[in-house]
């Protein structure tokens, strides 16, 4: 190391697959090739991490690819150590589990510490199940609000959704939510209760993979339609008033 | 024609460039390759949608690609006639003018009208300058809404913005919103005169391109920091309050 300021590395945002469908399917040649030459990375979870790399045309032995997890609540002092790597001037991969780092996951304080330190930040092109649904859905694309997980218990559950119903006709704009696959039947079931009859509710399941299936009916003609099959499917959930 | 009832066609959403960037940096290979076979598109615009095209290896000469442009507000009896190759039992591709069809642009009406005839529908994976900016905000992106354009009428724009950051505070939401490229600079300044010291601004300009630029500052420090190139680019703007 000389006395000149050692410069900091990029942190490359590497968006990881929705389901087991071919890599060529959701990650351009370009990401594939900055992914696979990154000696140093940041996971939500090493395994998935690994398996992920494993897809990839390595340029060196996996094992030799430094893989960080970053808890679900990472402290300050723990960021800066996942960040150490880019301070030391490499550049630095992060992904989650599913989809896009720092999007309906953790990560977004990594990134964060990464624009503090003045790192640049470089996101790549690549699956999420957000813009996949509401792209398939048919509800309106121009105005729509994410909001991760409704409330558990029933009677929250039922007054949350009927709020975000009330946005969606006030504000023209689509709802979007998700749930723990094993429940999905359940939240299903809740929609269909608890919206109005001619609410249009998107189930936008497994994209993707092989099970994908995107439908879209006033929530009236759902209560009449056979029952979808979404429990342990990742299904995202889409409404608009 | 038989007797048998034509089975109707796929509609492909396929995601168009955000920038100059050769296609391998924004476009898996199943999505070029599900592109380049097709034999029927509808555009928000065809002389882009044509120059996308010639980006593909095409099965095909370019002039026996059928084109149909959809209008932006386009009337049931127009929405048909798009369609018409759907129902005729050909694929489909629909694509805008960049990024991902149907969001933040027109095309989800005749997405709605392909689910309502019972065809499927499937959405690629590509950019979307929402999921790109979001992702290196380093903003929550467990929670966020994505509003299109605020209002232009200065006292209004404003009132609009204050709302915003009232809801971002209180849902813990990242707000998102675009703007003409040609009024990004005024738009940056009123953002920058509007929220509160604390609140944290993400700009991010020209995504995937060779001007790509992603910061995120508070109020406060954009207020004390050099004025950002922004004007003629296109930028997505992004706080939290």
């Known amino acids: 190391m000389t006395e000149k300021q050692q410069e900091l590395g990029t942190l490359h945002l590497i968006p990881v697959g929705l389901s087991e469908a071919g890599i060529d399917n959701w990650l351009p040649a370009a990401a594939q090739q900055q ?124 007054r949350q959704l009927k709020q975000w119903e009330q946005l969606s006709a006030r504000l023209s704009q689509t709802q979007i939510l998700i749930e723990t696959p094993y429940r999905n039947d359940a939240m299903f079931e809740t929609l269909a209760q608890t919206l109005a009859p001619q609410t249009r509710l998107c189930l ?18 759902w209560r009449k339609a056979p029952t979808p099959k979404l429990s342990g499917l990742p299904t995202l959930f889409l409404f608009q008033a």
């Open 35 to 158: 992914a696979s030459g990154l000696t140093h990375y940041v996971a939500e979870n090493a395994k998935t991490a690994r398996a992920f790399l494993k897809l990839l045309a390595l340029a060196r032995p996996i094992q030799d690819i430094d893989i960080q997890t970053l808890p679900a609540k990472p402290d300050q002092a723990r960021l800066e150590q996942c960040l150490a790597p880019l301070f030391a001037g490499h550049d630095l991969g992060l992904v989650s589990e599913a989809g896009c780092p720092a999007v309906a996951d953790p990560g977004s304080a990594l990134v964060a510490l990464a624009h503090r330190a003045g790192a640049r930040v470089h996101p790549w092109v690549g699956p999420s199940s957000i813009m996949l649904g509401l792209m398939a859905s048919g509800l309106d694309g121009q105005r729509f609000a994410f909001h991760g997980y409704a409330p558990v218990k029933p009677a929250d559950r039922a």
């Open 204 to 221: 936008a399941r497994a994209l993707t993979g092989p099970e994908q299936w995107v439908a879209t009916r006033t929530v009236q003609q």
